[in-house]
């Protein structure tokens, strides 16, 4: 069975910074792309980073910056280090596992984790 599990959401003051982590267990971690993505009320869901399986990132132009996504394999275990945090990251954040295998997307989700910040 595979689980993606979140920690590390809170309230945080503007300016202030939180790490998000999502351990993985159930599947070949080296093997899948990892992507945190986020949700606020009333919006879709949107991609804030991605982690290649070779550990290349990229980031949604809001998150250049300010977060730093990164990857521990020996963990499963991937990061969002997000810092100056504004009132508009305000949102449900998602770890993302996923993988093209024969031609066909697999990808999994975690059940979020609640990042509020105050102005």
């Known amino acids: 069975q595979v689980q993606l599990v979140e920690s590390g959401g809170g309230l945080v003051q503007a300016g202030g910074s939180l790490r998000l982590s999502c351990a993985a267990s159930?599947?070949?971690?080296?093997?899948?792309?990892m992507g945190w993505y986020r949700q606020a009320p009333g919006k879709e869901r949107e991609l804030v980073a991605h982690?290649?399986?070779?550990?290349?990132?990229n980031y949604a132009a809001s998150a250049k910056g300010r977060f730093t996504f990164s990857r521990d394999n020996a963990k499963n275990t991937v990061y969002l280090q997000m810092n100056n945090l504004k009132p508009e990251d305000t949102a449900v954040y998602y770890c993302?596992?996923?993988?093209?295998?024969?031609?066909?997307?697999?990808?999994?989700w975690g059940q979020g984790t609640q990042v509020t910040v105050s102005s």
């Open positions: 159930g599947i070949i971690f080296s093997d899948y792309s």
């Open positions: 982690i290649t399986v070779g550990g290349v990132t």
């Open positions: 993302n596992a996923n993988r093209i295998a024969d031609r066909r997307y697999i990808g999994y």
